[in-house]
């Protein structure tokens, strides 16, 4: 597995507190009359770097929540598990937090560790609110505990394909994924709505994570003449696939997925990343709603990327549902975000359906200049 990587001039120094499991954040240790929060997430391994995202986020928000009164008349301890993205070991700390009998997760991070270890929380009674975990499987199993705040595969690939028919027509086209719940599905809903709109890929393949040479995978898309690569995957392999592929004198232009949406993405591809696509939410940092919250973010020389924002909304949504609920009682909690929104958050207004979707998804695409990312 490649070496742990932090965020670039960001959050580095926030390390896991229980490596390969489960541990409580340095004075917060939970007493008598706390309740336990968690965030899981990759905090160690080749995607730390949105582990340290999410635990950003759900850091901020519950101190932000303990100065305000914490909730119920309780203040909040904040648990941090670490499933690396391999999803047996997110069942391992879907059990460990089961048994600390943590009222929320905040998490997990890829959409195959949150499948699994939903299971495990919908039995256990722990309600889990994921930042990033776009599979629809993992509200469409119908767990009366899953939700998430920010979009699913199919609506996120359905913006993808159409904008590459429309943007590049006739070129060649080449879908790539990592075989995960995340990178395959979103390749799959990608090419679906690509073939819907006219254009047949040219190429449809798999790579294996965690590798550092794809040169025989590049030699494939230059003698197919591809053009234009889509990556149904994660920042560290897209990065070195592009790079690999400009080192080979192709002309090529990588589009890819919200797992780009890290400063990492462009340690790794360097300047081969210029002129990159990605699909995203509409840049959070800079909605009204979140002002307040970003200077403190960035007074602690964090920037609020990715999927930071969307940790804190997570946290911060469930506070609340709980204090209208007056409530901690997970079912109950459910229950009234399901029927109590609109709720207010740093993203703005989040409603949620009966799975557990937020009703108005919001994706958009970013283009990568001069080693940083902003809206098309």
């Known amino acids: 597995m490649m070496r742990r ?9 926030l390390t896991a507190a229980g490596v390969a499991g489960v541990g409580t954040i340095p004075g917060a240790a939970a007493q008598s009359g706390t309740l336990r929060v968690a965030s899981v997430g990759p905090m160690t391994g080749q995607y730390a770097a949105f582990g340290a995202q999410l635990r950003a986020g759900a850091e901020q928000a519950v101190a932000d929540i303990n100065a305000a009164g914490g909730v119920l008349g309780q203040q909040l301890a904040l648990e941090i598990g670490d499933d690396a ?4 070991q997110a069942v391992s700390v879907a059990n460990q937090m089961a048994s600390r009998q943590v009222k929320l997760i905040a998490g997990h991070f890829c959409s195959g560790s949150s499948i699994p270890a939903s299971k495990v929380y919908a039995e256990e009674g722990v309600l889990q609110i994921s930042p990033a975990s776009t599979n629809p499987q993992y509200t469409d199993a119908g767990g009366w505990n899953t939700f998430r705040t920010c979009g699913r595969d199919d609506q996120q690939g359905q913006v993808a394909g159409a904008y590459i028919a429309k943007t590049y027509p006739g070129k060649k086209v080449a879908i790539l994924h990592d075989n ?33 040479d794809y040169s025989a995978l590049v030699s494939r898309l230059k003698s197919s003449g591809v053009e234009i690569i ?25 589009i890819g ?51 930071v924002l969307y ?35 740093v993203l703005g207004p989040i409603s949620f359906d009966r799975k557990g979707d937020v009703t108005v998804p919001d994706y958009v695409f970013y283009v990568w200049k001069n080693g940083s990312y902003g809206e098309v």
């Open 85 to 88: 993205c391999d999803p047996r």
């Open 180 to 212: 995960s719940a995340y990178g395959k599905g979103l390749a799959d809903e990608t090419k679906k709505s690509l073939n819907a709109a006219g254009t047949t890929e040219t190429m449809y393949a798999a790579y294996t994570p965690g590798e550092r």
């Open 5 to 13: 990587r932090q965020l670039l001039g960001t959050v580095a120094g």
């Open 257 to 307: 997925g919200d797992a780009l949406v890290t400063n990492e993405f462009w340690q790794i591809a360097g300047a081969a990343g210029e002129g990159t696509l990605m699909t995203f939410a509409s840049d959070p940092r800079k909605r009204p709603s979140a002002a307040e919250v970003v200077q403190r973010f960035r007074a602690k020389n964090i920037d609020p990327e990715g999927y």
């Open 311 to 345: 940790t804190y909304a997570a946290v911060q949504i469930w506070a609340d549902a709980a204090k209208k609920a007056n409530s901690t009682d997970p079912k109950k909690v459910s229950d009234t975000l399901k029927s109590g929104g609109p709720w207010n958050s």
């Open 230 to 254: 889509y990556v149904g995957g994660y920042h560290t392999e897209a990065g070195l696939i592009l790079r690999q592929a400009k080192e080979q004198g192709m002309p090529v232009t990588l």
